[in-house]
């Protein structure tokens, strides 16, 4: 999922940044949510808290999986969803009967650590 462009630096193969399309203030994404999900996670391995309907998320990222995570430790546990990577996780982690990608801009206090 992740590829390298000619000057050898990592992007997201599967969500692209569109940096003729959207500039480079979000390192070619629309915002910041999109550009901490999709360059930030799923491409360089940063953790992620946000708040959806006024409840906190965490998200971890490991080499070898991503998942949920109960509190801001990010220390996954046996209610922790696990994912072979940021991609998938983005694109089947269900909140509240939506999935991640489909609310993602309506995301608030997004962050990465």
């Known amino acids: 999922m992740v590829g390298r462009d000619l000057m050898g630096y990592p992007y997201n193969i599967k969500y692209p940044p569109m940096v003729a399309k959207y500039g480079d203030k979000y390192l070619g994404y629309p915002n910041w949510n999109q550009e901490v999900f999709f360059y930030e996670h799923a491409v360089q ?3 992620v808290t946000f708040v959806y309907h006024g409840v906190k998320y965490f998200l971890m990222a490991d ?4 998942c949920t995570c109960e509190d801001m430790h990010f220390m996954p546990s046996d209610k922790s969803q696990y994912f072979p990577n940021g991609n998938a996780l983005i694109e089947q982690l269900e909140i509240e009967g939506h999935k991640l990608i489909e609310i993602i801009d309506e995301l608030e206090d997004v962050e990465m650590w």
Do not use: A, L, R, T
């Open 45 to 47: 391995g940063f953790d």
């Open 63 to 66: 080499p070898e999986y991503h």
